[in-house]
């Protein structure tokens, strides 16, 4: 029922919007001004089990006790790309996924104008993709990479998809390929679930840079940025209430006005580095990507992330290996005990209680995690591919943040996830 009710409106608006363009399309393809496409992914998915919920991103649905569904990785998508002359042009994207919070606004990937200055350097201003990783482009085009889903260890942590802001591209030839440099300056806003709450992120400055040279058949790409999280002094979103119960509790357990302080956001600055590199050769398909995230906030702990993916295409067919992981690099952080006051009982369970749900609290954000996949992509026509892949997961105790927690696991889980793709897209 939940698909009807989320996912359908926005799949029908989807359909609705493209078959409309189309006599657009027909109207100005004389002066090819507008050029439109579509892309999408009818996912089948049976995964998590009855504590921990599969979900693809942080903003999606999650997916509990080993059912099978077409929510969690289904996607459709519609592509304007507009060129007015021969300097100015842009884009504008569509994609209808079901999310912790549906809406338009949200489901607008791209909207952004684009001006080249001269044959090496061109600026945009708008809604983009977060460039950062190596399907920065084509995150939710499944047909553009082997596999089901991009891996979760690498590209779900980070829960920024689009950015608002401005940037400069230069590039050149070098060699036998093409370097590009990029420098963005941005903002961003996303909407995660954690334990059926809804909490609101917010980038309030980011800025990025990223270096890539690319050829026929390789791709290289280094890429930094500094962001901005949230309101320095602030609790971390979703907190604040259980701050402020800390703080009344402190004239018994003194300690819980230094917990409280642990859940504010007192260093916002927040470092991403990321290399990555690609080799496609028929019959090869080889790719591996490894960042590390710097942050000292103890609600969004560091971490170190990579996968390395590997497949060999015979015929219109291609099996891959795909190894991925996610490790945090602090140690995890045990809260004092409260107190055990004997002539109050009522008053120490009360206590205990508010202790082990601000444990809970850091604990659900704490991740880490190896996953070893294998699947296969056959290639059915030249735009349309069917995949069916099998993952398999351990995750450390208290540290599954990349699931939806019904209750922080205190030992390590093992979850097998299994899904089948059917991608297209229409040009």
Not at 79 to 93: S, T, Y
Not at 326 to 350: D, F, G, M, N
Not at 383 to 410: C, E, F, T
């Amino acid at each position: 029922m939940k698909l009807f009710q989320r996912f359908v409106p926005l799949f029908l608006f989807l359909t609705l919007l493209y078959q409309s363009s189309l006599g657009m399309a027909q109207e100005v393809s004389g002066k090819k001004m507008f050029r439109f496409s579509s892309f999408g992914t009818l996912a089948l998915t049976r995964g998590g089990d009855d504590n921990l919920g599969f979900r693809g991103d942080l903003d999606r649905e999650s997916l509990f006790d080993g059912d099978w569904s077409f929510v969690p990785d289904s996607v459709l998508g519609l592509q304007m790309d507009m060129q007015f002359g021969d300097r100015l042009g842009g884009a504008v994207q569509f994609v209808g996924k079901d999310r912790a919070e549906d809406s338009l606004k949200n489901s607008l990937e791209w909207a952004f104008l684009r001006y080249r200055l001269s044959p090496d350097w061109t600026i945009r201003a708008g809604r983009m993709g977060t460039d950062l990783f190596m399907l920065s482009d084509y995150r939710n085009v499944g047909f553009a990479y082997l596999w089901t889903r991009p891996p979760p260890e690498f590209y779900t942590p980070l829960a920024f998809a689009n950015r608002d802001g401005v940037d400069a591209i230069w590039s050149s030839h070098l060699g036998k390929g093409t370097l590009r440099a990029k420098l963005a300056i941005n903002t961003s806003q996303s909407t995660i679930s954690v334990a059926d709450t809804l909490i609101d992120l917010e980038l309030k400055m980011s800025v990025g840079a990223t270096i890539s040279w690319e050829t026929e058949h390789w791709q290289l790409k280094f890429s930094a940025s500094e962001n901005e999280f949230g309101q320095e002094g602030n609790y971390f979103p979703g907190t604040a209430p259980l701050a402020d119960a800390l703080l009344q509790a402190s004239v018994i357990w003194p300690e819980a006005t230094a917990i409280s302080e642990r859940l504010k956001i007192n260093k916002p600055k927040i470092q991403y580095y990321a290399v990555g590199a690609s080799y496609i050769a028929n019959p090869w398909h080889i790719q591996s990507e490894i960042s590390y995230f710097a942050s000292d906030m103890e609600v969004y702990p560091p971490s170190v992330n990579g996968y390395f993916s590997v497949g060999y295409q015979v015929g219109s067919v291609t099996p891959f290996i795909l190894g991925a992981f996610i490790e945090p690099r602090k140690p995890r952080k045990v809260l004092p005990e409260s107190p055990v006051l004997t002539p109050a009982p009522i008053i120490t369970e009360q206590l205990a209680f508010l202790r082990q749900t601000t444990q809970t609290v850091f604990d659900s954000t704490r991740i880490g995690q190896r996953s070893v996949s294998t699947g296969l992509r056959w290639d059915l026509r030249y735009n349309l591919a069917l995949k069916a892949q099998w993952d398999h997961s351990w995750i450390d105790g208290y540290s599954g943040g990349l699931w939806d927690i019904r209750s922080v696991p205190d030992t390590n889980q093992e979850i097998d996830t299994f899904s089948v793709n059917l991608n297209f897209v229409f040009r």
